[in-house]
């Protein structure tokens, strides 16, 4: 009796899947998701339709920056998290993981440096590993949504889906709870930062960008990263010019053009004094809604098998909520091809099965 309900509960989670993940398709909105935060204090602010905030000629400033926020992106406040404290840098890395995010991490070990990745949720069930070994090497695990959409486009409900289901993908790898979220393109205005703030979280913005991503897409001399990297340690920065004289810089694991040169830019920063830090310690704070010292000790590398993430997702229900990038996501990967399950036309990879747990876990967690 137990094995159809098996092959039920795959099929079943196979068809959220393909509904929800591998492309980057949005994820649909959960009503009980919904229910566990108070949004009744989000700003109650009309839907910007994508192409609305594009203006020409505009200089970002204080008086255009949010009616022009897709040109501008990154427009933020005191609130934000846009800069560190004097002398501290703070490495980030957005969009993934990707087929390159290994590398980076190989990369950083050897310069003994710790970086923050805002990672994308349909990108953390293609390489749960990855995040895995992120996270027990001590960098900070941060989200950056689901399917990377213009949130001040999509109704809070679906700004919840998008980063609860983020969450949980990152909760049922690492056993954390993200606690710092950067907007897709950097665009996120009063009611999309009040959802995040409803949810527990720090909107994560930048002082510093590389645009690695126009550099690759335009097949220009990819040394033109470096060569931001010298621009602002001799000219400073004119993003966000408030207190913080530390930098937070954005770049994407997304394009080995930007891995292969992270190496140049630890030694860079290094000479110039520059102690590289998290983006929780330029604010004080801890790096995860669930653990206030930090990244919690590991006493295994191994993924959390689906009994656990059954358990630990249901956890979550019922619990009190605490109070500029432009690429596109990658279609290739490198999961394992060695099947591991089957039953006659059922057959799956290692990665297929810990997706299936996710995904299970999130049913579970529903169901209760």
Known sequence: MKFPIILALIACARNILAEGDSDGEPYPVNPTWTKEYDLSKVPDKSLRPVGSGICKNANCGPDDCDKCFESCGNCPVKDDVYGCGAGQWA????????????????????AKVKATFLMVGSNVVKYPEVVKRAYDEGHQISQHTWSHPHLM??????????????????FNVTGARTAFIRPPYGEADDRVKGVFKAMGYHNLL???????WSIVEKKQDPDKIL?????ALSKGTDLNPFENPGYISLQHDLYVETVKRVPKIEQLLAQHGFH????????NAPPYQNSPTGNSTQTSSSIPTSTALASATASRTGSTSKASSKPSLPTTGTNSNAHIASSGNILM??????????????????SR
Not at 206 to 212: A, F, S
Request: hydrophobic share 45%; net charge negative.
């Open 91 to 110: 490495l980030t890395f957005d969009d993934g993981p990707s087929e390159y995010t290994t590398q980076l991490l190989d990369i950083l070990a050897a």
């Open 153 to 170: 486009s999509i109704s809070n409900e679906q700004i919840v889906a998008e980063v609860r289901a983020t969450e949980e993908a990152i």
């Open 206 to 212: 930048w002082n510093m960008d590389t645009l690695d």
């Open 227 to 231: 060569d931001s990297f010298e621009k």
């Open 276 to 283: 590289f830090v998290l983006t929780h310690e330029c604010i």
């Open 349 to 366: 990879s290692s990665n297929d099965l810990i997706k299936l747990a996710t995904y299970v876990a999130i049913l579970a967690g529903l």
